[in-house]
T-cell receptor, first 114, second 115 residues
Framework: AQTVTQSQPEMSVQEAETVTLSCTYD???????LFWYKQPPSRQMILVIR??????QNATENRFSVNFQKAAKSFSLKISDSQLGDAAMYFC???????????FGTGTRLKVLA | ETGVTQTPRHLVMGMTNKKSLKCEQH?????MYWYKQSAKKPLELMFV???????ENNSVPSRFSPECPNSSHLFLHLHTLQPEDSALYLC??????????????FGEGSRLTVL
């Protein structure tokens, strides 16, 4: 079965520091897509970053970057220079191509300490 | 108005009530989704509509009844719910091109409490 595991229910980071959120997944597919979504308190979930499995280069979006290890089926999110506005639930998600079945992890609650 | 809009934001209902959740997207997308979000659990996909046709029903109990009159609107009709159905119900949309590999755009959710 295809699954996504986020082993850290909660993380804390000091403002301006760097934090890494972990995600592992299980699939027999060779081509797929991975995402990190952010859900601030009482606000819409939004896309943070996206990675295609066929691309070896790690995706980056400003202060957000991923460490994609295909063989290890690992997809961690690194947030640099953490800001108070980064406090949110972060969800890792996977989707095989040609389907609508996004598979989400249970989420990691990130607290940013001033 | 842009994005994905859900109404109502909060809903409290008894187990014998009938109510509906509404979702509207202004993004020109062709696929719309209902997800159930419960604490400490992964988001559960409930239904998917692609070009108004239901393409996914993830073994959802019949007390949840979806309706998609057009590509911009999605409803979730609720009747004889159970307390364990209390959750945040999220609507999402996406653009479809030869299979879905793109970003999901979410609404803010409808917080449902069943008494």
């Amino acid at each position: 079965a295809q699954t996504v595991t986020q082993s850290q229910p909660e993380m804390s980071v000091q403002e301006a520091e760097t934090v890494t959120l972990s995600c592992t997944y299980d699939t027999s597919e060779s081509d797929y897509y991975l995402f990190w979504y952010k859900q601030p308190p009482s606000r819409q979930m939004i896309l943070v970053i996206r990675q295609e499995a066929y691309k070896q280069q790690n995706a980056t979006e400003n202060r957000f970057s991923v460490n994609f290890q295909k063989a290890a089926k690992s997809f961690s999110l690194k947030i640099s220079d953490s800001q108070l506005g980064d406090a949110a639930m972060y969800f890792c998600a996977y989707i095989p191509p040609g389907t609508y079945k996004y598979i989400f992890g249970t989420g990691t609650r990130l607290k940013v300490l001033a | 108005e842009t994005g994905v809009t859900q109404t109502p934001r909060h809903l409290v209902m008894g187990m014998t009530n009938k109510k509906s959740l509404k979702c509207e997207q202004h993004l020109g997308h062709n696929a719309m989704y209902w997800y159930k979000q419960s604490a400490k659990k992964p988001l559960e996909l409930m239904f998917v509509y692609n070009f108004k046709e239901q393409t996914e029903n993830n073994s959802v109990p019949s007390r949840f009844s979806p309706e998609c009159p057009n590509s911009s609107h999605l409803f979730l009709h609720l009747h004889t719910l159970q307390p364990e159905d209390s959750a945040l119900y999220l609507c999402a949309s996406s653009r479809v091109a030869g299979g879905n590999t793109g970003e999901l755009f979410f609404g803010e959710g409808s917080r449902l409490t069943v008494l």
